[in-house]
Protein backbone atom coordinates (compact mmCIF):
# COMPACT_ATOMS: atom_id res chain seq x y z
CA UNK A 1 0.00 0.00 0.00
CA UNK A 2 0.95 3.49 -0.42
CA UNK A 3 0.63 4.67 3.07
CA UNK A 4 1.25 8.34 4.25
CA UNK A 5 2.15 9.30 7.44
CA UNK A 6 2.24 12.63 8.71
CA UNK A 7 4.15 13.95 11.85
CA UNK A 8 7.10 11.57 9.82
CA UNK A 9 9.73 12.74 12.28
CA UNK A 10 7.97 12.33 15.63
CA UNK A 11 8.50 9.19 17.91
CA UNK A 12 5.66 6.78 17.16
CA UNK A 13 6.59 7.56 13.46
CA UNK A 14 9.66 6.16 13.62
CA UNK A 15 7.90 3.23 14.65
CA UNK A 16 5.93 2.93 12.27
CA UNK A 17 8.33 3.26 9.36
CA UNK A 18 10.75 0.44 10.92
CA UNK A 19 7.35 -1.67 10.59
CA UNK A 20 5.52 -0.64 7.75
CA UNK A 21 8.30 0.27 5.60
CA UNK A 22 9.56 -3.66 4.15
CA UNK A 23 6.36 -3.95 2.81
CA UNK A 24 4.76 -0.54 1.73
CA UNK A 25 5.58 2.82 -0.06
CA UNK A 26 5.87 5.26 2.36
CA UNK A 27 4.91 9.05 1.82
CA UNK A 28 6.71 10.97 4.74
CA UNK A 29 5.31 14.21 5.76
CA UNK A 30 6.31 16.91 8.75
CA UNK A 31 5.81 20.36 8.31
CA UNK A 32 8.46 21.58 6.00
CA UNK A 33 6.65 19.52 3.27
CA UNK A 34 2.97 19.51 4.38
CA UNK A 35 1.54 21.99 7.17
CA UNK A 36 -1.56 20.29 8.14
CA UNK A 37 -3.36 23.23 9.23
CA UNK A 38 -2.92 24.70 5.48
CA UNK A 39 -5.81 23.25 3.98
CA UNK A 40 -4.81 23.82 -0.06
CA UNK A 41 -1.59 22.52 1.08
CA UNK A 42 -3.15 19.57 2.19
CA UNK A 43 -5.43 19.01 -0.33
CA UNK A 44 -2.44 19.57 -2.80
CA UNK A 45 -0.04 17.31 -1.51
CA UNK A 46 -2.58 14.18 -1.27
CA UNK A 47 -3.53 14.48 -5.18
CA UNK A 48 0.51 14.60 -6.13
CA UNK A 49 1.09 11.71 -4.13
CA UNK A 50 -2.44 9.95 -4.35
CA UNK A 51 -1.86 8.09 -0.96
CA UNK A 52 -4.19 4.63 -0.13
CA UNK A 53 -4.43 4.90 3.46
CA UNK A 54 -3.12 8.09 5.84
CA UNK A 55 -1.67 7.50 9.61
CA UNK A 56 -2.37 10.88 11.38
CA UNK A 57 0.56 11.04 13.70
CA UNK A 58 1.56 14.50 13.88
CA UNK A 59 -0.04 16.75 16.77
CA UNK A 60 0.48 19.31 19.08
CA UNK A 61 1.88 16.70 22.28
CA UNK A 62 3.06 19.46 24.95
CA UNK A 63 0.69 18.77 27.62
CA UNK A 64 1.79 21.55 30.02
CA UNK A 65 2.63 23.64 27.10
CA UNK A 66 -0.86 23.84 25.62
CA UNK A 67 -2.13 25.58 28.24
CA UNK A 68 -0.41 28.68 27.76
CA UNK A 69 -0.73 27.83 23.92
CA UNK A 70 -4.96 26.95 23.35
CA UNK A 71 -5.36 28.49 20.62
CA UNK A 72 -1.64 26.70 18.53
CA UNK A 73 -2.97 23.55 20.01
CA UNK A 74 -6.52 23.15 18.85
CA UNK A 75 -5.23 24.71 15.40
CA UNK A 76 -2.83 21.40 15.30
CA UNK A 77 -5.09 18.93 16.65
CA UNK A 78 -8.27 20.05 15.85
CA UNK A 79 -8.25 22.17 12.61
CA UNK A 80 -5.32 20.02 11.25
CA UNK A 81 -6.92 17.00 11.86
CA UNK A 82 -10.44 18.24 10.21
CA UNK A 83 -8.20 19.43 6.66
CA UNK A 84 -6.39 15.64 6.45
CA UNK A 85 -10.01 14.28 7.33
CA UNK A 86 -11.81 16.76 4.43
CA UNK A 87 -9.05 14.70 2.06
CA UNK A 88 -9.25 11.92 3.11
CA UNK A 89 -13.35 11.52 2.77
CA UNK A 90 -12.75 13.60 -0.61
CA UNK A 91 -10.17 10.73 -1.95
CA UNK A 92 -12.17 8.15 -0.39
CA UNK A 93 -9.31 6.37 1.82
CA UNK A 94 -8.98 5.78 5.61
CA UNK A 95 -7.65 7.79 8.13
CA UNK A 96 -5.68 6.10 11.35
CA UNK A 97 -6.20 8.96 14.34
CA UNK A 98 -3.85 8.71 17.12
CA UNK A 99 -5.53 9.73 20.22
CA UNK A 100 -4.78 10.03 24.03
CA UNK A 101 -5.67 8.45 27.43
CA UNK A 102 -6.18 12.18 28.55
CA UNK A 103 -9.32 12.75 26.88
CA UNK A 104 -10.54 11.01 30.16
CA UNK A 105 -11.17 12.85 33.29
CA UNK A 106 -10.00 10.01 36.12
CA UNK A 107 -13.11 9.53 37.81
CA UNK A 108 -13.43 5.98 37.10
CA UNK A 109 -11.94 2.77 38.64
CA UNK A 110 -11.59 0.63 36.62
CA UNK A 111 -10.10 0.52 33.16
CA UNK A 112 -12.01 3.18 30.62
CA UNK A 113 -13.75 1.42 27.49
CA UNK A 114 -13.87 2.77 24.00
CA UNK A 115 -17.91 3.50 25.05
CA UNK A 116 -16.92 5.58 28.37
CA UNK A 117 -17.62 9.35 28.00
CA UNK A 118 -14.65 11.56 27.47
CA UNK A 119 -14.21 14.48 29.81
CA UNK A 120 -10.98 15.96 29.32
CA UNK A 121 -9.07 18.02 32.70
CA UNK A 122 -6.66 19.60 30.36
CA UNK A 123 -6.09 22.18 26.85
CA UNK A 124 -4.28 19.08 25.69
CA UNK A 125 -6.74 16.51 26.20
CA UNK A 126 -9.56 19.03 24.81
CA UNK A 127 -7.55 19.48 21.66
CA UNK A 128 -7.18 15.79 20.92
CA UNK A 129 -10.67 14.98 21.71
CA UNK A 130 -11.82 17.81 19.39
CA UNK A 131 -10.11 15.93 16.93
CA UNK A 132 -11.42 12.90 17.66
CA UNK A 133 -14.71 14.50 16.60
CA UNK A 134 -13.95 15.97 13.70
CA UNK A 135 -12.45 12.75 12.15
CA UNK A 136 -16.25 11.14 13.24
CA UNK A 137 -17.98 13.84 11.69
CA UNK A 138 -16.16 13.72 8.42
CA UNK A 139 -15.48 10.05 7.28
CA UNK A 140 -16.54 6.61 8.21
CA UNK A 141 -13.29 5.24 7.03
CA UNK A 142 -11.67 5.75 10.25
CA UNK A 143 -9.10 3.99 12.87
CA UNK A 144 -9.01 6.22 15.90
CA UNK A 145 -6.51 4.55 18.08
CA UNK A 146 -6.13 5.70 21.67
CA UNK A 147 -2.92 5.02 23.42
CA UNK A 148 -1.01 6.45 26.75
CA UNK A 149 2.39 7.19 27.95
CA UNK A 150 4.32 6.45 25.19
CA UNK A 151 8.05 5.82 25.00
CA UNK A 152 10.10 4.40 22.56
CA UNK A 153 13.66 5.66 20.62
CA UNK A 154 13.52 8.93 18.82
CA UNK A 155 11.58 10.85 21.03
CA UNK A 156 11.09 12.56 24.27
CA UNK A 157 9.86 9.98 26.74
CA UNK A 158 9.69 9.77 30.37
CA UNK A 159 12.13 6.35 29.94
CA UNK A 160 14.83 8.10 29.12
CA UNK A 161 14.07 11.13 31.45
CA UNK A 162 13.95 8.94 34.07
CA UNK A 163 17.71 7.43 33.15
CA UNK A 164 19.08 11.00 32.84
CA UNK A 165 17.83 11.82 36.13
CA UNK A 166 19.19 8.98 37.38
CA UNK A 167 22.81 9.65 36.37
CA UNK A 168 22.27 13.30 37.71
CA UNK A 169 20.38 13.03 41.13
CA UNK A 170 21.01 11.55 44.41
CA UNK A 171 17.68 10.77 44.82
CA UNK A 172 14.44 10.87 42.12
CA UNK A 173 10.58 12.40 43.33
CA UNK A 174 8.27 10.80 40.88
CA UNK A 175 4.38 10.50 41.07
CA UNK A 176 2.65 8.28 42.55
CA UNK A 177 -1.55 9.48 42.43
CA UNK A 178 -1.59 9.10 38.43
CA UNK A 179 -2.10 5.12 37.03
CA UNK A 180 -1.60 4.90 33.50
CA UNK A 181 -0.59 2.13 31.10
CA UNK A 182 2.67 3.13 29.82
CA UNK A 183 2.95 1.66 25.65
CA UNK A 184 5.75 1.10 24.01
CA UNK A 185 5.91 2.78 20.25
CA UNK A 186 6.78 -0.62 18.69
CA UNK A 187 3.40 -2.34 20.01
CA UNK A 188 1.35 0.24 19.03
CA UNK A 189 2.75 0.54 15.80
CA UNK A 190 2.06 -3.61 14.96
CA UNK A 191 -1.45 -3.13 15.83
CA UNK A 192 -1.69 -0.38 13.64
CA UNK A 193 -0.29 -2.24 10.78
CA UNK A 194 -2.51 -4.98 12.22
CA UNK A 195 -6.00 -2.64 12.31
CA UNK A 196 -5.40 -0.99 8.87
CA UNK A 197 -5.23 -4.73 7.42
CA UNK A 198 -8.39 -5.92 8.43
CA UNK A 199 -10.88 -3.16 7.72
CA UNK A 200 -12.58 -3.05 10.69
CA UNK A 201 -13.12 0.70 11.28
CA UNK A 202 -14.06 2.56 14.84
CA UNK A 203 -12.20 3.13 17.83
CA UNK A 204 -9.33 1.28 19.60
CA UNK A 205 -7.62 1.51 22.67
CA UNK A 206 -4.39 0.30 22.11
CA UNK A 207 -2.30 -0.13 25.48
CA UNK A 208 0.10 -2.52 26.69
CA UNK A 209 -1.29 -5.06 29.21
CA UNK A 210 -1.82 -3.69 32.75
CA UNK A 211 -1.18 -0.69 34.85
CA UNK A 212 1.00 1.62 37.17
CA UNK A 213 2.02 4.98 38.80
CA UNK A 214 4.54 7.15 37.48
CA UNK A 215 6.06 6.27 40.40
CA UNK A 216 5.86 2.71 39.88
CA UNK A 217 6.86 3.02 35.91
CA UNK A 218 10.31 5.03 36.87
CA UNK A 219 11.01 1.51 39.91
CA UNK A 220 10.81 -0.37 36.97
CA UNK A 221 12.98 1.09 34.89
CA UNK A 222 15.91 1.43 37.16
CA UNK A 223 15.05 -2.00 38.55
CA UNK A 224 15.93 -3.24 34.99
CA UNK A 225 18.63 -1.39 34.16
CA UNK A 226 19.79 -2.37 37.50
CA UNK A 227 20.58 1.03 38.87
CA UNK A 228 20.18 1.70 42.61
CA UNK A 229 18.53 4.98 43.40
CA UNK A 230 16.31 6.60 45.93
CA UNK A 231 12.93 7.27 44.46
CA UNK A 232 10.29 8.84 46.48
CA UNK A 233 6.74 9.19 45.82
CA UNK A 234 5.10 12.44 45.86
CA UNK A 235 1.68 13.63 44.70
CA UNK A 236 0.75 15.58 41.95
CA UNK A 237 -0.03 18.89 44.06
CA UNK A 238 3.19 18.98 45.13
CA UNK A 239 4.64 18.55 41.81
CA UNK A 240 2.56 21.13 40.68
CA UNK A 241 2.54 21.40 36.61
CA UNK A 242 0.68 23.41 34.50
CA UNK A 243 -1.82 20.75 33.24
CA UNK A 244 -3.99 18.92 35.34
CA UNK A 245 -3.60 15.32 34.61
CA UNK A 246 -6.14 12.51 35.57
CA UNK A 247 -5.49 10.38 38.27
CA UNK A 248 -6.54 7.24 36.72
CA UNK A 249 -6.33 7.00 32.76
CA UNK A 250 -6.19 2.89 32.49
CA UNK A 251 -7.42 2.15 29.14
CA UNK A 252 -9.11 -1.30 28.65
CA UNK A 253 -7.65 -3.29 25.44
CA UNK A 254 -11.29 -5.97 25.48
CA UNK A 255 -12.38 -4.45 21.85
CA UNK A 256 -8.93 -4.61 20.19
CA UNK A 257 -8.18 -8.17 21.53
CA UNK A 258 -11.31 -9.08 19.69
CA UNK A 259 -9.99 -8.63 16.23
CA UNK A 260 -7.08 -11.13 17.22
CA UNK A 261 -4.35 -8.86 18.53
CA UNK A 262 -2.85 -9.38 21.82
CA UNK A 263 -0.80 -6.95 23.70
CA UNK A 264 1.97 -8.13 26.06
CA UNK A 265 2.34 -6.69 29.72
CA UNK A 266 3.96 -3.21 30.00
CA UNK A 267 7.06 -4.53 32.13
CA UNK A 268 7.91 -7.10 29.10
CA UNK A 269 7.83 -4.44 26.50
CA UNK A 270 9.71 -1.93 28.50
CA UNK A 271 12.38 -4.67 29.35
CA UNK A 272 12.49 -5.67 25.30
CA UNK A 273 13.22 -1.57 24.64
CA UNK A 274 15.21 -1.28 27.52
CA UNK A 275 17.43 -4.02 26.31
CA UNK A 276 18.14 -1.91 22.97
CA UNK A 277 19.56 1.47 25.40
CA UNK A 278 22.92 1.09 26.49
CA UNK A 279 23.75 1.43 30.28
Known amino acids: MKILIT ?22 TDIHNMDITKAKKVSDFFNKTNPEIVIHAAAYTD ?15 RDGTRNVALVCKKLDI ?3 YISTDYIFGGGKKKP ?12 YGFSKYAGEKEIRRITKKHYITRSAWLYGPGGKNFVMTILRLASELDELKIVNDQRGCPTYTF ?34 IL ?21 KRPT ?21 ALANFLETVPS
Not at 7 to 28: F, T, V
Request: include cysteine; charged fraction near 25%.
Open 187 to 220: DLAEVISKLIKNGKYGTYHVVNSGSCTWFQFAKE
Open 7 to 28: GANGMLSLALKKKLRPKNKLIL
Open 94 to 96: PIV
Open 248 to 268: YSVLSNKKVKKTGVNLRPWQK
Open 112 to 123: YTEKNKPNPLSV
Open 63 to 77: VDGAEANKALALKIN
Open 223 to 243: KIKKIKKKVIPITSKELNRPA
